[in-house]
């Protein structure tokens, strides 16, 4: 976004929102008040074979905040219908969500909503979707996930019969999973099972160019199975000072947008990914990315050779999720891929909070075994080169 539309006051936005598009607010003024009689509306792409199409941004990370009800009611206007949200995010988002339908009870068939569940078994299963329904004011999901599989081997036959249970009493339309651990081994298994609509998994321009996650995405796309990309960052920023750096922002510069909004249509020029998850905790980002969302551009192949390079150069600073190489390397049960997560989300996106909540989940037996693991063997099987004895240390200080 330029240093002008940064300038927008939060006023001055919600005043011009009233009757402009996106489209219009990323345009110079003397173009707005044509493209003010036309309302730009973020495109829809198939979500697999569901038969419904979603809206290609979806809004994530809502909270429960006085400010967010207002920010629900104008992603809704420009056309942001997918919401997601889990049992478990903190800061209320599912009684945010909630609070929404109370007030705008006709909103709630215009929203394809997500939500997740941490538990595994059935009847955990059923507590926690019933939780989820009666705090976001409603009695159906449209689609309901397993958070967060690390193996396709936590869904079973119970989950199926499950699965097919909830949609049969219609509190669920859909079924799948959200993974940030061993993506592509858990894609590969969905498209084998048969009963998955919809995965949400983290991909983004550091992953998506690579053998095993194409292949992944494919036999998804074969089988029918919707795809929502989340992380899209690929980490946040990374800041090198080197020429690859530079040359990237400069470019993507001239060319209107920002580097993070160059990240999101790097995952939209995949037609196979259904929609891109983002947490939008206020309005500029939100803005940010529809505009991100209805701008035509294509990314040129200098471009995504830009974004591949920069991706190689900063390989040991981005955790690719392959738990199953450096977990299984420790022999131990040390969650370092969580770990990585957590860094991430108080390192590049400044959530300190979140992160602190998250890592201090961890059973205080398994975070002393975080601190007197060696990792050396780890380290060495990492295809990322990362400093894993090290970021451990940093979570453990940073963290706790
Ligand atoms: S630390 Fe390395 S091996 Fe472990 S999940 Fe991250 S990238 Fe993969």
């Known amino acids: 976004m330029s240093t002008k539309e940064n300038h927008w006051s939060r006023r001055r936005f919600l005043k011009a929102t009233g009757t ?36 290609i941004l979806s809004l994530g990370g809502m909270f429960n905040i006085a400010s967010n009800q207002l920010m629900m009611k104008k992603a809704l206007a420009w056309g942001v219908t997918y919401w997601d949200t889990a049992d478990c995010y903190q800061r209320g988002s599912e009684k945010g969500i909630g609070k929404y339908f109370k007030k705008y009870p006709q909103d709630r068939q215009k929203v394809f909503l997500v939500s997740k569940t941490d538990a595994r078994d059935p009847d955990g299963m059923t507590d926690l979707l019933n939780r989820s329904l009666d705090r976001m004011n409603t009695d159906y999901l449209d689609l309901y996930f397993v958070h967060g599989i690390y193996d396709i081997d936590e869904l079973d036959d ?32 969905a498209a084998k099972l048969g009963w998955i609509d919809g995965i949400m998994m983290t991909y983004n321009y550091r992953l998506m160019h690579t053998t095993g996650m194409k292949r992944a995405v494919d036999a998804c796309v074969k089988a029918g199975v919707g795809l929502t990309a989340m992380k899209t960052q690929g980490g946040g920023p990374v800041s090198t000072d080197s020429d690859t750096e530079i040359e990237m922002a400069g470019r993507f510069m001239q060319k209107g947008f920002t580097d993070a909004q160059a990240k999101l249509m790097a995952v939209w020029q995949n037609p196979d990914i259904a929609s891109i998850c983002s947490q939008m905790p206020n309005m500029s980002i939100l803005m940010s990315n529809i505009a991100a969302a209805v701008n035509k551009t294509e990314l040129s192949d200098r471009d995504t050779e830009l974004l591949q390079r920069y991706a190689r150069e900063t390989q040991s600073d981005y955790c690719t999720g392959c738990t199953n190489i450096c977990q299984s390397a420790v022999g131990e049960n040390v969650p370092i891929g969580d770990v990585m997560r957590y860094l991430m989300y108080c390192n590049s996106y400044g959530d300190r909070h979140f992160a602190m909540a998250e890592f201090n989940k961890i059973p205080e037996k398994i975070r002393r075994r975080l601190a007197n693991t060696d990792y050396s063997m780890a380290e060495q099987k990492c295809p990322q080169n990362m400093a894993i004895g090290r970021l451990m240390k940093e979570a453990i200080k940073e963290l706790s």
Do not use: Y
Request: glycine residues 8%; aromatic residues 8%; charged residues 20%.
């Open 158 to 189: 119970s989950t199926r019969a499950w699965a097919a249970k909830a949609r049969a009493a219609g509190k669920i339309r859909f079924f799948g999973f959200s993974t940030h651990s061993n993506m592509e081994e858990c894609l590969l298994g």
């Open 20 to 55: 402009a598009s996106i489209a219009a607010l990323m345009a110079p003024a003397k173009k707005l008040a044509t493209a003010a009689e036309t309302p730009t509306r973020v495109p829809t792409r198939p979500f697999g074979q569901t038969g419904v199409d979603v809206s």
